[in-house]
T-cell receptor, first 117, second 112 residues
Framework: DGGITQSPKYLFRKEGQNVTLSCEQN?????MYWYRQDPGQGLRLIYY???????QKGDIAEGYSVSREKKESFPLTVTSAQKNPTAFYLC????????????????FGPGTRLLVL | EDQVTQSPEALRLQEGESSSLNCSYT??????LFWYRQDPGKGPEFLFT???AGEEKEKERLKATLTKKESFLHITAPKPEDSATYLC?????????????FGTGTRLQVTL
């Protein structure tokens, strides 16, 4: 079955620690995204990547880092610089957006809940 | 700045009681408007994409419509399994082209 997997389902971070969230997709999508979801707020874009070895900051990139070495994988690192990391993190993927075309549907993974110890 | 406002925040229906959820938006050129369903603790599940005013899409008990300023998600004769949070998002033609701007969602509860 094609889809997006995220691991772990729950992650606990100690103060000063960097943690990495995994996102893998087998949909053959070029574009991948990371969103953060907080209670009472809409999903907010952290980083996105339209192609391997390239990624762009979203609206709330401070305290986060990403890499895109393989088409299937887009890991997110929550660094110690992120002072309020407790949230539900969602990874998504889509066909690559091209100029002048209609919007492309983004498909989401099951999410990782990050909690601070 | 692109904005999405969903109403109501929460809606409680009895099984079989039809209703509509509203998504009002302002965007600098619409690439697409997206509806998702999200169950507690899960990732959003894609429902519909609408691209231009006048467009409609249906799936089982759900029907989505689009005007130049808002979208409606109509739920006909809902069942308890339709209980979830319904999210609306828009994608603009300018700015960060890949970005989806989300509303805060409508929490729907359908009771027997």
């Amino acid at each position: 079955d094609g889809g997006i997997t995220q691991s772990p389902k729950y992650l606990f971070r100690k103060e000063g620690q960097n943690v990495t969230l995994s996102c893998e997709q087998n949909l053959n999508h070029d574009a991948m995204y990371w969103y953060r979801q907080d209670p009472g707020q809409g999903l907010r874009l952290i980083y996105y990547s339209q192609i391997v070895n390239d990624f762009q900051k979203g609206d709330i990139a401070e305290g986060y880092s990403v890499s895109r070495e393989k088409k299937e994988s887009f890991p997110l690192t929550v660094t110690s610089a992120q002072k309020n990391p407790t949230a539900f993190y969602l990874c998504a993927s889509s066909i690559r957006l091209t100029s002048g075309r209609r919007g492309e549907t983004q498909y989401f993974g099951p999410g990782t809940r990050l909690l601070v110890l | 700045e692109d904005q999405v406002t969903q109403s109501p925040e929460a809606l409680r229906l009895q099984e079989g009681e039809s209703s509509s959820l509203n998504c009002s938006y302002t965007v600098s050129g619409l690439r697409g408007l997206f509806w998702y369903r999200q169950d507690p603790g899960k990732g959003p599940e894609f429902l519909f994409t609408l691209y231009s005013a006048g467009e409609e899409k249906e799936k089982e008990r759900l029907k989505a419509t689009l005007t130049k300023k808002e979208s409606f998600l109509h739920i006909t004769a809902p069942k308890p399994e339709d209980s979830a949070t319904y999210l609306c998002a828009v994608q603009a033609r300018t700015g960060t082209a890949s970005k989806l701007t989300f509303g805060t969602g409508t929490r729907l509860q359908v009771t027997l």
